[in-house]
């Protein structure tokens, strides 16, 4: 049977994509919901002495059994491994969906690169994932995720008809920023690791080059460039407006993004926390293109543009605020016109810090997440079982897991941290796992049951408190 959107998110309610949770309680004992050993997709042993090290640091028993279940739930579930021409291939999908998402392949190995110079078979596993998304960027730079099957067509029910350039291989096509962002993360994450150029070949190569090509294209300085979408919906985030070319832009050198991070449409184009991130992902691609291949006429191209739409960002990037605070805008057009509100997924306004793209004490971005974490935001929720950013993906009073864990990712305020891991512990409703989203007043109303991005993400967290601020994690929340 072919997975719909629908059911991929859970059962409709009131407009909202909501799965039916368990019980509100968890497992007798905290019994380890991971698959029994042999059914694992994928097994570290650093991951496995990981998970043993920091656990015995945590307090909090709940809290030490949602570790366990969700660090290693993108190994334990999403991870195929196979061999092309010779080298490693990993295809890694997001968890409910059987497709592979630049962005969230990406993050979903983030959490072991710390690992990854112990441990040779987790090498292998990031070597596989950085030549399958090279291989899937020369297929379309401009699709979001990717089939198993690289001469396959879509079976995507909401993408089947979808009136833009679809390749096989090609699973869904949302131009966003990010998903070419995301393997530059991973690539620099790797190089900076190991120092291992297997990775890093002619195909990476060949990849890196296409991805600052078609970032130079969506500065659409000649024009509206190769790439439209239009899809038939009742959603209108679910399709481009304006015959798929979107709302009007003035070329400034800001990067077009057709997609939020949430698959999300653009209200404008210029989204900006995602050009944000094109700035430091660009110079990441850098270091590794000099590094690990002596390549200097990449890196000098992808510094180029890194440096142009850091220009661009600091004239056209920003906003003020009805109280007159200024902070980085959400999305611009070039022409003046702005919008302000956050979306949980990252590259978020919020994540800012997390990304590495503004220090953690810089003024503005501390005023922009302040910002976001109010009612300046219309997608910040607060009610009975918590406070977090949501977004129009999935409606009104949902807050985002993925948001609290980035709050408490970049905040250097001991208490707001304990809030936000109490908020995790306390909104699972029972299943031992982080969620897409939740209700803001009842934690049992929820979506997406296995998101392997989300549980890595929690899991990161952990890892970084065992080592930043271990006290805090043995003391009871």
């Not at 890694?92 to 990854?116: E, F, K, N």
């Not at 807050?399 to 995790?424: F, G, Q």
Request: hydrophobic share 45%; proline share 7%; glycine share 8%.
């Amino acid at each position: 049977m072919t997975l719909t959107r629908r059911d991929a998110l859970g059962v409709g309610l009131g407009g909202v994509a909501l799965a039916a949770a368990a019980p509100a309680r968890a497992a007798p004992a905290f019994a380890s919901l991971r698959p029994a050993a042999a059914a694992r997709s994928f097994v570290s042993p650093a991951v496995e002495r990981e998970i043993v090290r920091v656990g015995a640091l945590i307090a909090d028993p709940k809290l030490r059994w949602m570790f366990a279940n969700c660090y290693p739930n993108t190994l334990d579930t999403t991870v195929r491994m196979g061999v092309v021409d010779g080298a490693p291939d990993a295809f890694v999908i997001t968890g409910d969906i059987p497709c592979m998402w630049l962005r969230d392949s990406s993050a979903q190995l983030t959490p072991y690169l710390h690992l990854v110079r112990g441990d040779p078979a987790l090498a292998t596993l990031f070597r596989g994932l950085i030549a399958r998304q090279a291989r899937s960027i020369l297929i379309d730079p401009y699709a979001n995720a990717f089939l198993e099957d690289p001469a396959a067509k879509t079976d995507l029910d909401w993408a089947l008809h979808d009136r833009t350039e679809m390749k096989p291989g090609v699973a869904e096509r949302k131009w966003e920023i990010d998903s070419l962002c995301y393997p530059m993360r991973l690539a620099h994450g790797y190089w900076q690791a190991t120092n291992d150029p297997a990775p890093f070949d002619a195909q990476w190569a060949a990849a890196a080059r296409l991805s600052v090509a078609t970032f130079r294209a969506q500065q659409r300085k000649d024009g509206p460039g190769p790439y439209r979408f239009l899809r038939a919906s009742d959603r209108n985030i679910e399709t481009v407006p304006l015959e798929g070319w979107g709302n009007p832009s003035r070329a400034v050198g800001l990067i077009h993004s057709a997609f939020r991070p949430s698959d999300d449409a653009c209200v404008y184009p210029f989204l900006i926390p995602s050009n944000l991130f094109a700035v430091t992902a660009l110079r990441e691609l850098a270091t590794v293109a000099t590094g690990a291949r002596q390549d200097a006429k990449l890196a000098a191209d992808a510094r180029a543009l890194a440096d142009e739409v850091e220009h661009a960002l600091r004239a056209y990037g920003r906003m003020r605020l009805r109280d007159g605070r200024e902070v980085w805008a959400y999305e611009v057009d070039g022409f003046g016109n702005a919008l302000f509100m956050d979306d949980a997924n990252v590259p978020s306004l919020s994540g800012l810090a997390y990304l590495g793209c503004a220090a953690l004490r810089d003024p503005l971005w501390r005023r922009t997440r302040d910002a976001a974490w109010s009612d300046a935001n219309p997608y910040f929720f607060r009610g009975a079982a918590g406070e977090g950013i949501g977004g129009p993906h999935v409606g009104l009073r949902q807050i985002w897991p993925m948001s609290l864990i980035v709050r408490a990712l970049s905040s250097d305020d001991p208490a707001v941290i304990r809030r936000c891991l109490k908020t995790l512990r306390d909104s699972d409703a029972g299943t031992g796992f982080i969620h897409e989203s939740f209700d803001q007043d009842d934690p049992a109303r929820f979506t997406r049951r296995w998101f392997a991005w989300a549980n890595g993400l929690f899991g990161e967290l952990i890892v970084r408190l065992a080592t930043s601020r271990p006290a805090l994690l043995g003391q009871p929340l």
